[in-house]
């Protein structure tokens, strides 16, 4: 199937591309290629995904590849490529009508794993008992470790909650496996897993370490890998938050640009989250008039920049809708220049690790001499 697929791909095209032109388009050596038309080897599953994305537009031929795989490792390279793609159907099809006919024990472990973790990212299934389910799977290998470690890492991201801060538990795992992945023998997997770190690594040095600088390194990282687009996206995402406190412009266009990505590549969700919430709450903080019919954003505007009742009263019918969290508290704050409200904001920003957003309340203190002083005291203490 593989061979007969590139073999017809390159009789299209005549004298445009031969086996010489396709090495370098793919980066996959002539000698490779010529085994893998020849019939005579499994070739590995990162020289496939390239050899695709040099001959096809879309992933339909690797997927139907996929289901030719023999080796284990080339199994476990293409769930995780299914997974990124957040093609969850194609996922469970995989898994079902090959991966579950191997008999390599290792790689039906990998497969619970992806099952597991396709269900809480299709279904929105609760944070905690993914993890007591992710947790219960013991480890077939070094990199199915790795592989736990980062999904734990990614559910702690996404965990709100007051009674503990996940953002330093999503650091401090992100940070012990870092040097683990560079020693990862599959070359996809090794990728893949780069890419989940310094997707989290930008996410860690933004919002815990409050280090901007930092974090735009790690995201452009992610902008140079082929792997997937949700972390250029998301990339792009974070570089725009990185310039919240400085750079209007920027911070408009990157985002603009991470919904570009998501849009072009069928992550209309996350698309829809930047330009419904985050383009009005950037507006409103450089003092922008929102032009949405996001309340929120226009709370925000008003309360630090226009009419104060109507940022009450916008406030009061945001949070009567969607609840009380530590956006809300500070816009509050703000509409009835209440210190202890945005002290109450500010303490919440820590107590779930974002040191980031936490200069937002922070900022607004300094009007008020002894909360102002307690504030920078305990922020000192947390991110430094």
Same mark, same amino acid.
């Given at each position: 199937?593989?061979?007969?697929?590139?073999?017809?791909?390159?009789?299209?095209?005549?004298?445009?591309?031969?086996?010489?032109?396709?090495?370098?388009?793919?980066?996959?050596?002539?000698?490779?290629?010529?085994?893998?038309?020849?019939?005579?080897?499994?070739?590995?599953?990162?020289?496939?995904?390239?050899?695709?994305?040099?001959?096809?537009?879309?992933?339909?031929?690797?997927?139907?590849?996929?289901?030719?795989?023999?080796?284990?490792?080339?199994?476990?390279?293409?769930?995780?490529?299914?997974?990124?793609?957040?093609?969850?159907?194609?996922?469970?099809?995989?898994?079902?009508?090959?991966?579950?006919?191997?008999?390599?024990?290792?790689?039906?472990?990998?497969?619970?794993?992806?099952?597991?973790?396709?269900?809480?990212?299709?279904?929105?299934?609760?944070?905690?008992?993914?993890?007591? &389910?992710?947790?219960?799977? /013991? !480890?077939?290998?070094? #990199?199915? @470790?790795?592989?736990?470690?980062?999904?734990?890492?990614?559910? +702690?991201?996404?965990?709100?909650?007051?009674?503990?801060?996940?953002?330093?538990?999503?650091?401090?795992?992100?940070?012990?496996?870092?040097?683990?992945?560079?020693?990862?023998?599959?070359?996809?997997?090794?990728?893949?897993?780069?890419?989940?770190?310094?997707?989290?690594?930008?996410?860690?040095?933004?919002?815990?370490?409050?280090?901007?600088?930092?974090?735009?390194?790690?995201?452009?990282?992610?902008?140079?890998?082929?792997?997937?687009?949700?972390?250029?996206?998301?990339?792009?995402?974070?570089?725009?938050?990185?310039?919240?406190?400085?750079?209007?412009?920027?911070?408009?266009?990157?985002?603009?640009?991470?919904?570009?990505?998501? &849009?072009?590549?069928?992550? /209309? !969700?996350?698309?829809? #989250?930047? @330009?419904?919430?985050?383009?009005?709450?950037?507006?409103?903080? +450089?003092?922008?008039?929102?032009?949405?019919?996001?309340?929120?954003?226009?709370?925000?505007?008003?309360?630090?920049?226009?009419?104060?009742?109507?940022?009450?009263?916008?406030?009061?019918?945001?949070?009567?809708?969607?609840?009380?969290?530590?956006?809300?508290?500070?816009?509050?704050?703000?509409?009835?220049?209440?210190?202890?409200?945005?002290?109450?904001?500010?303490?919440?920003?820590?107590?779930?690790?974002?040191?980031?957003?936490?200069?937002?309340?922070?900022?607004?203190?300094?009007?008020?001499?002894?909360?102002?002083?307690?504030?920078?005291?305990?922020?000192?203490?947390?991110?430094?």
């Amino acid at each position: 199937m593989i061979s007969k697929d590139i073999e017809t791909v390159l009789d299209n095209l005549g004298n445009k591309m031969d086996i010489k032109e396709l090495s370098t388009c793919s980066g996959v050596p002539e000698a490779t290629i010529r085994r893998i038309l020849n019939q005579k080897v499994e070739t590995s599953f990162i020289n496939l995904f390239n050899l695709s994305n040099c001959l096809f537009e879309r992933d339909s031929k690797l997927f139907n590849w996929c289901y030719v795989l023999e080796l284990p490792g080339n199994m476990k390279a293409a769930m995780e490529f299914m997974f990124l793609k957040k093609e969850f159907g194609q996922l469970r099809n995989f898994i079902d009508n090959r991966v579950m006919k191997s008999n390599n024990k290792s790689v039906k472990k990998w497969a619970r794993i992806y099952l597991i973790i396709s269900e809480y990212e299709e279904y929105s299934k609760d944070h905690f008992e993914t993890l007591k &389910r992710i947790r219960e799977i /013991s !480890y077939s290998d070094k #990199e199915s @470790e790795i592989l736990l470690k980062l999904i734990e890492a990614n559910i +702690f991201y996404r965990i709100v909650s007051d009674s503990s801060a996940y953002l330093h538990e999503m650091t401090r795992i992100v940070n012990e496996v870092q040097d683990q992945v560079q020693h990862i023998k599959d070359k996809f997997l090794q990728e893949a897993f780069l890419c989940r770190v310094n997707d989290l690594q930008g996410k860690s040095y933004l919002y815990v370490k409050s280090n901007a600088e930092k974090a735009r390194e790690y995201a452009e990282k992610n902008l140079r890998q082929n792997i997937c687009q949700l972390f250029k996206g998301n990339s792009l995402y974070i570089i725009g938050r990185s310039y919240n406190f400085s750079d209007y412009k920027n911070t408009r266009e990157y985002a603009i640009q991470a919904i570009n990505v998501y &849009r072009e590549n069928g992550y /209309s !969700y996350f698309a829809d #989250e930047v @330009e419904t919430y985050f383009l009005p709450f950037v507006d409103a903080h +450089f003092g922008e008039k929102v032009d949405s019919s996001d309340i929120e954003g226009k709370a925000h505007y008003e309360s630090k920049w226009g009419d104060k009742q109507k940022g009450q009263k916008y406030i009061n019918e945001a949070i009567d809708e969607r609840g009380e969290c530590m956006f809300t508290l500070y816009y509050k704050g703000l509409a009835f220049d209440d210190p202890e409200i945005l002290f109450k904001s500010f303490s919440q920003f820590l107590q779930i690790g974002d040191n980031y957003y936490a200069q937002l309340p922070l900022e607004a203190l300094k009007k008020f001499e002894t909360y102002s002083r307690m504030a920078e005291i305990m922020y000192k203490q947390f991110v430094n």
